[in-house]
C-alpha cells in the first residue's frame, strides 16, 4: 500500500515566510540563541523547541517588514531622485581634471550632497565653477559648463 500526500500553501500577496539570505541568518541565529538561554532554565526539549522557533520566527518577520522592506524602498527611490537631477546645477567643489575626476555640490530637498563628477567632454573645469549636470552613470555625475 503506498501512501501519498501533498499540500500546497498561498497566501497571497501576504509573504509571511521570505526566503532571503539575511533573514534567514537571523532565523537561526536568534533559534539558537533562544535555545541556549532556555536551557538555563531546566525545560522540556520540546517546550524549548516550540518557544525559539516561534520567537525566531516573530523576530525575523519584523526585521524583514520594518527593517528590510523599508530599505529596499529607499533603494528604488533613489534612482528616481538621480534622473531627477538631470538638467540642474551644481558648483564644482574641487577642480575636474582633464580626462579625469574632481567633485560638485548640489542641493536636492533642502539637503546639500557632494559627488564625484567627470566633465562630459573630458575637458578641466575649475574649482567654484558652476556647472550643470547632464548624466549620471554608476553614481558618477557628467556634467558641462554653462
Same mark, same amino acid.
Given at each position: 500500500?503506498?501512501?501519498? @500526500?501533498?499540500? #500546497?500553501?498561498?497566501? +497571497? /500577496?501576504? !509573504?509571511?515566510?521570505? =526566503? *532571503?539570505?539575511?533573514?534567514?541568518?537571523?532565523?537561526?541565529?536568534?533559534?539558537?540563541?533562544?535555545?541556549?538561554?532556555? %536551557? $538555563?532554565?531546566?525545560?522540556?526539549?520540546?517546550? =524549548?523547541?516550540?518557544?525559539? @522557533?516561534?520567537?525566531? @520566527?516573530?523576530?525575523?518577520?519584523?526585521?524583514? &517588514?520594518? =527593517?528590510?522592506?523599508?530599505? *529596499? &524602498?529607499?533603494?528604488? %527611490?533613489?534612482?528616481?531622485?538621480? $534622473? $531627477?537631477?538631470? +538638467?540642474? /546645477?551644481?558648483?564644482v567643489i574641487s577642480a575636474i581634471v582633464q580626462d579625469g575626476f574632481g567633485q =560638485? &555640490? /548640489?542641493?536636492? !530637498?533642502?539637503? %546639500?550632497?557632494?559627488?564625484?563628477?567627470?566633465?562630459?567632454? +573630458? &575637458?578641466?573645469?575649475?574649482?567654484?565653477? $558652476?556647472?550643470?549636470?547632464?548624466?549620471?552613470? *554608476?553614481?558618477?555625475?557628467?556634467? #558641462? %559648463?554653462?
Amino acid at each position: 500500500m503506498d501512501l501519498d @500526500f501533498d499540500a #500546497d500553501m498561498d497566501f +497571497g /500577496y501576504l !509573504n509571511i515566510i521570505p =526566503i *532571503k539570505p539575511a533573514v534567514i541568518a537571523i532565523f537561526i541565529t536568534v533559534f539558537g540563541g533562544s535555545g541556549i538561554v532556555q %536551557t $538555563k532554565w531546566n525545560q522540556p526539549s520540546l517546550y =524549548i523547541l516550540s518557544i525559539s @522557533f516561534v520567537i525566531a @520566527f516573530i523576530i525575523s518577520y519584523l526585521i524583514n &517588514k520594518y =527593517i528590510f522592506c523599508f530599505l *529596499k &524602498k529607499a533603494e528604488n %527611490t533613489s534612482s528616481e531622485s538621480q $534622473k $531627477k537631477l538631470i +538638467g540642474q /546645477y551644481a558648483k564644482v567643489i574641487s577642480a575636474i581634471v582633464q580626462d579625469g575626476f574632481g567633485q =560638485i &555640490k /548640489y542641493s536636492m !530637498n533642502g539637503n %546639500t550632497y557632494n559627488s564625484p563628477a567627470k566633465h562630459i567632454e +573630458g &575637458k578641466r573645469v575649475e574649482a567654484n565653477s $558652476k556647472v550643470v549636470i547632464v548624466l549620471i552613470e *554608476k553614481d558618477v555625475f557628467y556634467v #558641462d %559648463t554653462m
